[in-house]
């Protein structure tokens, strides 16, 4: 099974910038969507951002929009997740998941992606934002 492994994180002030990296142990088919979702201490999950295996489906949650980027290298075997503008409530453990058979149903559709839809996760990167 692959394996993902996640970079990137770190600690910044308000407003800066931060590139998160989520490599896969080997390749992956092209059928593979792709999931960041984050955990603030003390809280539930929550998703993040998804991008499907073609890029034609992109995800963001309500909190992240237009200062989260996601994209996918498939030569690298690689998902990003360019997180600009930070505030110190995106601090959280930030951990990508992937779906070998594609996004969960509904997504095209605009169903909310969850942690529980993927079965492959990384084992996090801690994002730190000061205020």
Same mark, same amino acid.
């Given at each position: 099974q692959?394996?993902? %492994?996640? #970079?990137?994180g ?5 407003? /800066?910038? +931060?590139? +998160? ?16 979702? @984050?955990?603030?201490?003390? !809280? *539930?999950? *929550?998703?993040?951002? +998804? ?12 909190? %992240? !929009?237009? @200062?989260?980027?996601?994209?996918q290298?498939? &030569? !690298? ?9 930070? !505030?110190? *409530?995106?601090? &959280? ?15 095209s @559709?605009? @169903? ?6 993927? /079965? ?8 730190t934002?000061? #205020?």
């Open positions: 692959v394996q993902l %492994v996640e #970079s990137g770190g600690s910044v002030q308000a407003g /800066g910038s +931060l590139r +998160l990296s989520c490599a896969a142990s080997t390749a992956t088919s092209s059928t593979y969507c792709w999931f960041w979702f @984050r955990q603030p201490p003390g !809280k *539930e999950r *929550e998703g993040v951002a +998804l991008i499907s295996p073609g890029s034609d489906i992109i995800y963001y949650a309500d909190s %992240v !929009k237009g @200062r989260f980027t996601i994209s290298d498939n &030569a !690298k075997k690689t998902v990003y997740l360019q997180l600009n503008s930070l !505030k110190p *409530e995106d601090s &959280a453990i930030y951990y990508c998941a992937a779906r070998p058979l594609g996004c969960p149903i509904g997504t @559709r605009g @169903r909310r992606p969850t942690p529980t839809d993927f /079965g492959v996760w990384g084992q996090g990167t801690q994002v934002v000061s #205020s």
